[in-house]
């Protein structure tokens, strides 16, 4: 991986932007921001694996990686886990509050977010093993290659609809007619 944290800085805060999240163009220090990637650097080398491989060690790295971003001024835990995902897309599933304390009922910070990824393996491990027994011989690739995404990003896209409740009226709606 060869970041160089200083240019990050603009390609991060539009994306941030785009997702709505609009105080970290205003709030959040170049330097600082910069400075917190470079330092996870050797964090981020050693979670190349997919969310699926993840275990106890890379958690706990996960974990670090976390703190680390989310302790720059500006950054929460919903930007935090955007930066990271787009940091690492195989490994870190982006959040927000609806989707930590709705759908996997865990606080937003450093702690919340490891028993977030926990959960977001199982659910990810559960699924692939039914795709299994449907016959398909290797579900990650098949899945990643038909969306053109990683798990980690397809299994955000899921949480976001599903905790959106003006989503959930619109389906409701839409099947009684």
């Known amino acids: 991986m ?78 935090a886990s955007k930066i990271l995902h787009l940091l690492r897309p195989r490994f870190f599933v982006m959040w927000d509050k609806e989707i930590a304390e709705k759908k996997y009922h865990v606080a937003m910070n450093a702690d919340g977010y490891v028993e977030f990824l926990k959960k977001c393996q199982s659910e990810l491990k559960a699924l692939l093993a039914k795709y299994k027994e449907l016959g398909i011989k290797d579900p990650e690739s098949w899945l990643t290659r038909k969306y053109g995404k990683p798990l980690a990003k397809l299994l955000d896209e899921y949480n976001w609809l599903l905790t959106r409740p003006w989503l959930q009226r619109i389906l409701a709606l839409n099947c009684t007619h």
């Open 2 to 79: 060869d970041v160089d944290p200083a240019k990050a800085y603009a390609y991060l805060i539009r994306f941030l932007e785009l997702w709505g999240v609009r105080r970290a163009a205003v709030n959040v220090s170049p330097e600082e921001l910069s400075s917190k990637i470079a330092e996870i650097k050797p964090i981020l080398m050693r979670l190349s694996v997919s969310i699926l491989e993840a275990n106890s060690e890379a958690l706990n790295d996960a974990k670090e990686a976390f703190q680390r971003i989310s302790s720059v001024r500006g950054i929460g835990a919903t930007s």
